[in-house]
Nanobody, 122 residues
Framework: QVQLVESGGGLVQAGGSLRLSCAAS????????MGWFRQAPGKEREFVAA????????YYADSVQGRFTISRDNAKNTVYLQMNSLKAEDTAVYYC???????????????WGQGTQVTVSS
């Protein structure tokens, strides 16, 4: 059983930056591909970014490509999401997830964190 805890959310002005962290425990972190998803009020959960277990390949939603960067430190059991040039439409609860398949489909991930709120003011 893997436990995931996100941190780093907050309120930021448009154009600003935030770095989210997701700390894993209770399992072999390096065995899992990791993903970041987000959910805005009244909307479905959507894919943001994913990274392979080795960190060798990364994947992004078109809406964040070039602005967000996903990375991981397997020695620290942590995955990160660096978010730059934030826009009001990036406002959402951000979730990290762990799974055995690297994919943009939320249902394919096995473990989820509780989420962290990101609010971007325009």
């Amino acid at each position: 059983q893997v436990q995931l805890v996100e941190s780093g959310g907050g309120l930021v002005q448009a154009g600003g930056s935030l770095r989210l962290s997701c700390a894993a425990s209770g399992g072999t972190f390096s065995s899992y591909h990791m993903g970041w998803f987000r959910q805005a009020p009244g909307k479905e959960r959507e894919f943001v970014a994913a990274i392979r277990r080795s960190g060798g390949s990364t994947y992004y939603a078109d809406s964040v490509q070039g602005r967000f960067t996903i990375s991981r430190d397997n020695a620290k059991n942590t995955v990160y999401l660096q978010m730059n040039s934030l826009k009001a439409e990036d406002t959402a609860v951000y979730y990290c997830a762990a799974g055995l398949t690297v994919t943009g489909e939320a249902r394919r991930y096995d473990y989820w964190g509780q989420g962290t709120q990101v609010t971007v003011s325009s």
